[in-house]
């Protein structure tokens, strides 16, 4: 069954994964959708649950937050996006095409098309960029990311490391420092963090994806997995490369 809560008490984005993280940690729950525009939370229950028992929860992680059953037209009326509405991702869209477009210009400015080198750049740029995006609210991004990340879920502080990881990668692609070393760690990690988004999309649970941190509401889906795959795909061919 699926019902609408309004939820109060949410300042940001990250109180926005908070709550969205605390409410799927609650037994019976299947997915759960908080949307800050119009303070509510969507989820979905294999059962009914009391709402003393989804306050006490919220309570436990911030005294700050209350839950209660909507009654309000304009948050009934919510509808989530369906799996095709390519439009939730133009975020990414817009940085994928930002970077792609910088790198070839690049490559055309060099008088022609050097494959290691576009790659290169162009996971400099992903990694750079996505670490940014982590770093503008930290607390948000690993609240978002433990909630499932395989190493994260068991240790939290997993979440803040990777962003550092992140960026180091960027650096390291930038300056072409050790290139083996540094496509090696970019294709264990990236190979780590995708089990987790395969998890999420393959039990079709509808949670933020913490991609960008927590500065974009962007849902967990195939979108995901092709961006995680294009960095292992692309750190794999350069292994190959050096070996």
Same mark, same amino acid.
């Given at each position: 069954?699926?019902?609408?809560?309004?939820i109060?008490?949410? $300042?940001?984005? $990250?109180?926005?994964?908070?709550?969205e993280?605390?409410?799927?940690?609650?037994? %019976?729950? /299947?997915?759960?959708?908080?949307?800050?525009? #119009?303070? #509510?939370a &969507?989820?979905?229950?294999?059962? %009914?649950?009391?709402? =003393? &028992?989804?306050?006490? =929860?919220? &309570?436990?992680?911030?005294?700050?937050? #209350?839950?209660?059953?909507?009654?309000?037209?304009?948050?009934?009326?919510?509808?989530?996006?369906?799996?095709?509405?390519?439009?939730?991702?133009?975020?990414?869209?817009?940085?994928?095409g930002?970077? @792609?477009?910088?790198?070839?210009?690049?490559?055309?400015?060099?008088?022609?098309?050097?494959?290691?080198?576009?790659? !290169? =750049?162009?996971?400099?740029?992903?990694?750079?960029?996505?670490?940014f995006?982590?770093?503008?609210? +930290?607390?948000?991004? $690993?609240?978002?990311?433990?909630?499932? %990340?395989?190493i994260? !879920?068991?240790?939290?502080?997993w979440?803040?490391?990777?962003?550092?990881? *992140? +960026?180091?990668?960027? +650096?390291?692609?930038?300056?072409?420092?050790?290139?083996? @070393? &540094?496509?090696?760690?970019?294709?264990?990690?990236? @190979?780590?963090?995708? /089990?987790?988004?395969?998890?999420?999309?393959?039990?079709?649970?509808k949670?933020?994806?913490?991609?960008?941190?927590?500065?974009?509401?962007?849902?967990m $889906?195939?979108? @995901?997995?092709? *961006? %995680?795959?294009?960095?292992? /795909?692309?750190?794999?061919?350069?292994?190959?490369y050096?070996?």
């Amino acid at each position: 069954m699926k019902k609408i809560y309004k939820i109060d008490g949410m $300042s940001c984005m $990250s109180c926005v994964a908070k709550v969205e993280s605390s409410l799927l940690a609650v037994p %019976d729950i /299947i997915s759960a959708k908080v949307d800050k525009a #119009s303070n #509510s939370a &969507t989820v979905d229950l294999s059962k %009914d649950i009391p709402i =003393h &028992t989804l306050q006490s =929860h919220l &309570t436990s992680l911030d005294p700050k937050y #209350s839950i209660s059953q909507s009654t309000s037209d304009s948050v009934n009326t919510i509808r989530d996006a369906g799996p095709n509405d390519l439009s939730q991702y133009k975020p990414i869209f817009i940085i994928f095409g930002y970077i @792609t477009t910088v790198t070839l210009l690049i490559q055309y400015l060099n008088g022609g098309f050097d494959m290691m080198q576009w790659m !290169r =750049h162009f996971m400099a740029g992903f990694f750079l960029i996505f670490s940014f995006f982590k770093m503008l609210d +930290l607390s948000g991004f $690993s609240d978002s990311y433990s909630g499932y %990340d395989i190493i994260a !879920r068991k240790w939290k502080g997993w979440a803040y490391i990777y962003t550092f990881i *992140e +960026l180091g990668l960027g +650096l390291a692609y930038l300056t072409n420092c050790c290139p083996l @070393t &540094t496509n090696v760690t970019a294709f264990i990690v990236m @190979t780590v963090s995708i /089990i987790g988004v395969l998890q999420s999309v393959l039990n079709k649970k509808k949670i933020q994806c913490a991609c960008l941190g927590s500065v974009f509401d962007l849902p967990m $889906s195939t979108v @995901t997995i092709i *961006e %995680d795959g294009l960095m292992i /795909i692309m750190s794999g061919y350069m292994i190959m490369y050096y070996i």
